[in-house]
């Protein structure tokens, strides 16, 4: 099997090299081999990796869970069943709290752009969205 240097692996996988770094530190990619020059040589599963990477973050996983998916894809034994079902069951909750959020933003957005333009003299501290917003509470980590 022919290894691969980034920009190989970057332009099959159809990323930039730098994304292939910033995967390789995150650790969703195995630290390559070395030519003797010091490039990175990579692995023909590593575009499959990429793929899958990319796949997983357009359905909305973060780059955490994307790592785990990783690892269970690549296990040589069946996940446990008890464990993905529990995953993915938290998984839904998460994409049902997220749907709620989603849909009182648009309420928001719906009531301030039904207003017609010449009634909506708002300074920026009286516009009902910037009010949300830094009224907001949050108590989120990194969302990667």
Request: net charge neutral.
């Amino acid at each position: 099997m022919k290894a691969l240097t980034i920009g190989q692996l970057a332009s099959a996988a159809s990323v930039h090299t730098e994304t292939v770094r910033y995967y390789e530190k995150r650790g969703l990619l195995a630290e390559p081999a070395r030519s003797e020059s010091g490039y990175r040589l990579y692995s023909q599963d590593a575009v499959g990796d990429i793929q899958f990477i990319k796949s997983a973050q357009e359905v909305g996983f973060t780059l955490a869970e994307i790592q785990y998916l990783l690892l269970l894809r690549k296990k040589d034994s069946m996940p446990p069943v008890a464990e993905m079902r529990r995953y993915a069951a938290s998984k839904v909750k998460e994409i049902e709290e997220r749907i709620g959020q989603l849909e009182a933003l648009k309420a928001l957005l719906q009531k301030v752009t039904d207003i017609p333009l010449d009634e909506t003299p708002y300074a920026s501290g009286a516009c009902p969205v910037i009010r949300q917003i830094a009224g907001r509470k949050t108590n989120d980590g990194d969302n990667d």
